[in-house]
């Protein structure tokens, strides 16, 4: 498996270090840094090499998890940022998902589910928690003006199946199409929601759906 390296911001310092050991003991992965606030987060990415995935709290003490993640993404825009925490409001997920996070993990997964899903964000996809995946779904299901985005049925099924979180050739055997296929529905997706990843896609459809 290709190795992946993964910072951990959390401020529980009995679950940073219990996870950080769970973490470690996959060959493919490694976590040597973890920070109690986003504070001593930036100042390490301002002096060693960039990890390739954070996995970011939200109830953090002086900046808050989703003001971190959106400084994150700003700074080094191709770090993959994944919310682990307590929170399952809609209001959490949609500001985190909004603020550039690829992922939304609650603390009552599994280590098994978190480490399935940090690897499937590695790989280019998305990550939600089943409770989380069900209320962006629930949101994208909300009537909206048909004209808004002027999307096809084809494309809606693409996107309700990422909030299902789907990878790419879950929704190509779904649909009964080829990878490629699905591909090109998430290009034309993306460029009518005006976004650049399914975390983007899935944020501007929740707002869509609140109107």
């Not at 700074?75 to 399952?88: K, R, Y």
Request: one cysteine or more.
């Amino acid at each position: 498996m290709i190795p992946i390296n993964i910072w951990l911001v959390e401020d529980d310092s009995g679950y940073r270090r219990a996870l950080q050991e769970i973490l470690n003991q996959k060959t493919h992965i490694t976590c040597n840094r973890s920070f109690p606030s986003c504070a001593k987060l930036f100042d390490a990415i301002k002096r060693y090499p960039h990890p390739d995935l954070v996995l970011m709290d939200l109830g953090l003490p002086g900046m808050s998890g989703v003001e971190g993640i959106k400084k994150l993404t700003k700074l080094v825009p191709d770090l993959a940022v994944v919310v682990l925490t307590v929170f399952s409001d809609k209001k959490k997920v949609i500001e985190s998902l909004d603020a550039g996070a690829v992922g939304y993990l609650l603390k009552s997964s599994t280590p098994q589910e978190i480490l399935r899903s940090l690897r499937e964000v590695f790989l280019g996809g998305a990550a939600l928690s089943p409770s989380i995946a069900k209320v962006v779904l629930e949101e994208i299901r909300k009537p909206t003006p048909s004209e808004q985005f002027n999307l096809s049925p084809r494309e809606v099924e693409v996107l309700e199946f990422l909030a299902q979180d789907l990878a790419v050739k879950e929704i190509a055997k779904q649909l009964g199409v080829t990878e490629r296929t699905v591909g090109f529905h998430l290009t034309n997706l993306y460029a009518k929601l005006k976004v650049q990843s399914q975390s983007g896609a899935l944020a501007k459809a929740f707002r869509a759906g609140l109107l």
